[in-house]
T-cell receptor, first 113, second 116 residues
Framework: QKEVEQNSGPLSVPEGAIASLNCTYS??????FFWYRQYSGKSPELIMF????GDKEDGRFTAQLNKASQYVSLLIRDSQPSDSATYLC?????????????FGKGTKLSVIP | EPEVTQTPSHQVTQMGQEVILRCVPI?????FYWYRQILGQKVEFLVS????????KSEIFDDQFSVERPDGSNFTLKIRSTKLEDSAMYFC??????????????FGDGTRLSIL
């Protein structure tokens, strides 16, 4: 059973601070890792993805992957109130013919003005 | 920017009836997916579809469910004999490329299905 674990939060940070969101996964065969943002009642919106160990930066967002520790994180710099949402970690296993995403329950982020 | 479109946005149906949820994936995408999210729970995979056939399905996707690509643009999810527990948001997603590995899946706005 492939599991993706996230702290459900809420994680509260002041405006302008760095928000750090964490995710662990159970299957060592997992290959690709995605971060989605989901506002209440809305659909998941892709923020970024990573599949190599290390850091990947895109604007205010940095994804970090450590496959040895089965750990992926998302840093949001200069957090804004509009960043307040639930952040979903999704993992794609590399098994033959398997492309499905396994999602965590999400971490609710609240950015306080 | 191209997007996945889903209709209807909200569907209310009596228990036992059949519903069809519709999706138009991004035009150059080759892989199509259905996910669902019961209120307050995680997003769950239902089925993936490639080259006019199911490539993978979850335990949730039993004989009650079927998918179809009736023409070059639409991708549908049919739920027969609906149950109360089918009430959820249903998301369609699509991804580009011959291989779906390392390819982001783009989600539509979803259909909220309410079974009475």
């Amino acid at each position: 059973q492939k599991e993706v674990e996230q702290n459900s939060g809420p994680l509260s940070v002041p405006e302008g601070a760095i928000a750090s969101l964490n995710c662990t996964y159970s299957d060592r065969g997992s290959q690709s890792f995605f971060w989605y943002r989901q506002y209440s009642g809305k659909s998941p919106e892709l923020i970024m993805f990573i599949y190599s160990n290390g850091d990947k930066e895109d604007g205010r967002f940095t994804a970090q992957l450590n496959k040895a520790s089965q750990y992926v994180s998302l840093l949001i710099r200069d957090s804004q109130p509009s960043d307040s949402a639930t952040y979903l970690c999704a993992v794609q296993y590399s098994g033959a013919g398997s492309y499905q995403l396994t999602f965590g329950k999400g971490t609710k982020l609240s950015v306080i003005p | 920017e191209p997007e996945v479109t889903q209709t209807p946005s909200h569907q209310v149906t009596q228990m036992g009836q059949e519903v069809i949820l519709r999706c138009v994936p991004i035009s150059n995408h080759l892989y199509f997916y259905w996910y669902r999210q019961i209120l307050g729970q995680k997003v769950e995979f239902l089925v993936s579809f490639y080259n006019n056939e199911i490539s993978e399905k979850s335990e949730i996707f039993d004989d009650q469910f079927s998918v179809e690509r009736p023409d070059g643009s639409n991708f549908t999810l049919k739920i027969r004999s609906t149950k109360l527990e089918d009430s959820a948001m249903y998301f369609c997603a699509s991804s580009e490329a011959r291989t779906a590995y390392n390819q982001p899946q783009h989600f539509g706005d979803g259909t909220r299905l309410s079974i009475l």
